[in-house]
């Protein structure tokens, strides 16, 4: 960097990046004390600091008045009989999870076999929808043979034991490369498993490998290609959890995990039809998991039926010191549990203009449960300013790549990918930012006040300014499939200041019949209510056992 003295001229254009104008007398003030500020900064960026290295500062969805459940887990899942095992593999490996859970539990169905039904399946598709970062075979016949040998002794380890799962390839795997979908890091081996890993090691389930996700946990491309659509082969999977939406709603697993900055478990589920359930935050671990934005970041999963989703959390779910954010706190389900009395909201202007015809039958279709269903509002605030947050937390996990150049090397390297966004984010004003966190707790309150006249809000995955303002909140939500529309292949959606698309269909071109979701946001802490009201719709609407078809 040069050392000649910063000019007023330099003020003058520097002003114009951060949207504002000093007057002469004031840039000519500025313009002899500006070093020291300058090599206080330059001094700070001789110091690396590791992905993994915390921020002194956490974020804490919880207000004053927030009501925590119990520290206590209470959970009864539904113990209904799925009826006898499949004679065909197809249709075992597109179970739910109480049905296999049921299976192996029973004894007529092996993890051993269930994992070989995977396995194949994996080796026949995943040549088509790139899915798969690295499958781990030898170690998935291994755990498979440990869970029926713990089984043949009695044993039963939790719900999930013997169930083969798959693993977004951002969490830690000891041994096995972690490469978070970005080229500088495809050879990268941790030493150490993550803690949700040696989580659902200690439930039983079998690890099959780690599921693609979109580099450094954005959109679906990687460095190994661009994750598929199983429902149209020609389009991307959508949000950086595309591997694990993918392998799951291709039947590929018995359900995967994701996490969510912004839209990552949700997006991948509206495109491709699965079950996503993104906890509250603070609520799972971490710990050993890629740092994007540490006071955004979220663990959940992605499944086949809202049951499942239960299931799952029933697993991550705990408090965990090794997670500067981690927030104890016991997760309540019951699967009988009724919802009558429940309090449902909408925006009606997710419904308008800009809504689909799946969408509108979804909240038909919530009206008849039965629930009262009442139009509710949010205050005016700039919502979409929140993202430069998002933007200079992501820029700063990955510094190293901007100063070093080695963002070059990523693959997607348009004006919406990583590099150019962390690049631009070197502009951003730390006063800004310090102002953007005083926004966040005037929306966090936003989002009390309106859940304080409702237990749940229904609406399309774009509805209004939820994606951004549930997220930077810390609210759950639960995406499940609603119906299907015939569209032509869309492309990529963008990061953008409010809202995050399903991506655009051209209308022209062959037509596919692609899955439509819904969401459900529902109350800090409260996933056992989102659960509950999600299950009574997913069989009120009866599309979640259709399956999508491969080419021969």
């Not at 070989?116 to 016949?141: G, K």
């Not at 979908?181 to 690890?207: Q, S, T």
């Not at 693609?212 to 190994?224: E, H, Q, R, S």
């Not at 199983?230 to 996490?259: K, V």
């Amino acid at each position: 960097m040069s050392s000649a003295p910063i000019t007023e001229t330099e003020i003058a254009a520097a002003e114009r990046l951060l949207g504002f104008a000093y007057t002469a007398r004031e840039r000519a003030q500025m313009a002899g004390n500006l070093d020291g500020q300058i090599a206080a900064a330059i001094a700070r960026r001789q110091l690396a600091l590791p992905n993994a290295a915390p921020m002194a500062l956490r974020f804490d969805p919880r207000l004053p008045n927030t009501q925590m459940p119990p520290l206590r887990d209470h959970l009864r899942f539904s113990q209904r009989d799925p009826g006898p095992l499949p004679e065909r593999d197809e249709d075992i490996a597109f179970a739910d999870l109480p049905a296999l859970s049921h299976w192996i539990a029973t004894g007529v169905l092996g993890s051993r076999r269930l994992t070989e039904i995977y396995l194949a399946r994996i080796e026949a598709l995943n040549p088509q929808l790139l899915c798969w970062a690295r499958v781990t075979p030898d170690l998935a016949r291994a755990e498979a043979d440990a869970a029926d040998a713990l089984l043949a002794q009695g044993v039963r380890l939790s719900p999930l034991h013997g169930i083969p799962y798959g693993l977004k390839d951002l969490f830690d795997t000891k041994g096995i490369v972690t490469g978070w979908g970005a080229e500088p890091y495809r050879d990268r081996v941790p030493d150490a498993d993550a803690a949700i890993v040696r989580k659902l090691r200690a439930a039983g389930a079998v690890l099959l490998g780690k599921t693609t996700v979109g580099a450094l946990a954005y959109n679906d491309i990687w460095y190994g290609g661009q994750t598929r659509n199983p429902w149209n082969l020609n389009e991307g999977a959508n949000g950086s959890s595309a591997g694990s939406a993918s392998a799951t709603a291709a039947g590929l697993c018995g359900f995967a995990i994701g996490t969510e900055t912004l839209g990552s478990i949700t997006a991948p589920s509206q495109r491709c039809g699965t079950t996503g359930l993104r906890p509250t935050f603070g609520r799972v671990s971490r710990a050993g998991a890629m740092t994007l934005c540490g006071s955004l970041d979220k663990v959940g999963p992605i499944c086949r039926g809202v049951e499942d989703t239960a299931m799952v959390l029933s697993v991550l779910n705990g408090g965990d010191p090794a997670d500067r954010s981690s927030i104890a706190a016991g997760f309540q389900f019951d699967a009988t549990a009724r919802i009558a009395g429940m309090r449902l909201g909408y925006l009606p202007e997710a419904f308008d203009e800009g809504a689909n015809e799946v969408d509108r039958q979804a909240l038909a279709a919530a009206q008849r449960l039965g629930l009262e269903v009442v139009p509710v509002s949010l205050p005016d605030l700039p919502y979409g300013a929140l993202m430069n947050t998002l933007y200079a937390e992501a820029a700063a996990s990955f510094e190293d790549l901007t100063l070093s150049d080695a963002d070059d090397t990523l693959r997607w390297q348009d004006d919406t990918a990583w590099p150019n966004t962390f690049r631009k984010a070197r502009f951003l004003s730390a006063v800004d930012h310090v102002q953007l966190d005083r926004l966040r707790y005037r929306v966090m309150l936003a989002l009390d006040a309106l859940f304080s006249e409702i237990d749940v809000l229904i609406g399309p995955f774009s509805t209004g300014p939820m994606l951004v303002a549930s997220n930077f909140a810390g609210h759950p939500c639960l995406h499940l499939r609603a119906g299907f529309l015939d569209l032509t292949t869309r492309g990529a959606p963008a990061l953008g200041a409010a809202t995050l698309s399903d991506g655009d269909s051209t209308g022209h071109g062959t037509r596919f019949t692609v899955p439509q979701g819904i969401s459900l946001w529902g109350r800090l802490f409260q996933e056992g209510a989102l659960l509950s009201l999600g299950m009574a719709l997913e069989r009120k609407l009866g599309v979640a056992a259709r399956r999508p078809e491969f080419p021969a």
